[in-house]
């Protein structure tokens, strides 16, 4: 698969700087890992990267967007036994934590797929055909954004803006940029990656 030869420009705000606007839509179509066990408590493994994370900011509440930043970078989403954890560790009601999470567009709540799609819809791109690129996509994954697939191969978020305004409209795929989509070209995409996964 060919990539552009584009450096990636950020695609979520860095630490103090997250962006606000429409989250990811909270849907859990696809079952999630095993985190925790029966009683509640979180595995080994998993509460050993929690706590590592909380003693970067000393269990303050006013660090709640980093610590959901560290811990997303950690898990590659929010994991609802570890936020159920984090309220407890640093003493804010869940429904808090969950509404600063929704604030924030950066923020998911579904495992990722093995490809990560994010769609560009800011004006550059729309103009130039994203709507019928991100059509393309979602029907060629079976899934809509703020999704993952059920079996796990896919999942699909879209942005305002990647920063790679001249070659909308643009498709991010596993962090590497391709410019100038069409719905054929989407398509070619998402069978490439298809055959990725593939013995």
Known sequence: MEKEGVAPAPIVAGRG?????HA???????????????????????????????????????????LLQDIQDEF????????????KEIRVPEHEIYGVATFYSQFTFNEP???????????ACHVRGAVGVMEEVQRGTGIKPGQTSLDKQFSLET???????????????????HGTMTP????????????????
């Open 24 to 66: 990811s839509p909270l849907v859990l179509d696809a079952p999630t890992e095993m985190l925790s066990s029966p009683d509640g408590n979180l595995l080994g493994p998993v509460a050993n990267k929690l706590a590592r994370i909380l003693l970067k900011y000393h269990k303050r509440k006013e660090d709640i967007i980093s």
């Open 76 to 87: 590659g989403y929010l994991p609802r036994d570890v936020l159920r954890h984090l309220s």
């Open 113 to 123: 797929g093995q490809h990560r799609l994010r769609i560009c819809l800011g004006t």
């Open 184 to 199: 054929a070209k989407a398509r070619k995409l998402i069978q490439d990656l298809r055959e990725e996964g593939r013995p």
């Open 159 to 177: 942005v305002m803006c990647v920063g790679a305004c001249a070659l909308g409209p643009v498709v991010v795929a596993d962090g590497t940029y």
């Open 17 to 21: 700087e997250a962006t606000a606007g």
